[in-house]
């Protein structure tokens, strides 16, 4: 018998006073759709990155594939977003640790580099300063 993990627990949206929390498993469209999330944010979304990819697109999948090239990585620069991941760490004893990364320092990794490090992405965060001054 296997294991199932409630997909719903990685889906969620929070904020503390500087910053807003995005679970990696949320696709665009349930962003959109989702009344917590803020409304500046969804603006953004709607305009500037999902006119190039599949709404049904996770933030999972989106941040993990995202390169320097891609539009929307001008976009969460421009919004000072971190991105949460667990990383494989190898050892006397495997285990994941979570680390933050920046934009920049996400996108510096290839594909086979994150694929050898284990990457699984978590969380996106966003800076509330930052969306305040992005000019929809």
């Known amino acids: 018998m296997y294991n199932i993990v409630n997909e719903d627990d990685f889906k969620y949206t929070m904020q503390d006073v ?58 969460y620069k421009q919004l000072k977003a971190k991105v949460r991941v667990s990383q494989l760490r190898k050892g006397s004893e495997d285990h994941y640790q979570e680390k933050v990364y920046t934009m920049n320092q996400l996108s510096a990794f290839s594909l086979q580099e994150k694929e050898n490090a284990g990457m699984i992405i978590r969380e996106l965060i966003i800076s509330k300063l930052a969306l305040l001054a992005f000019s929809v």
């Not at 759709?33 to 990819?53: C, G, H, L, Q, S």
């Open 18 to 75: 500087s910053r807003y929390y995005l679970g990696a498993r949320l696709s665009y469209n349930e962003i959109l759709a989702d009344e917590m999330a803020p409304f500046k944010f969804k603006t953004i979304v709607e305009r500037y990155i999902v006119r190039n990819i599949d709404e049904s697109t996770t933030l999972e999948s989106h941040l993990y594939h995202l390169t320097q090239e891609d539009p929307e990585w001008r976009v």
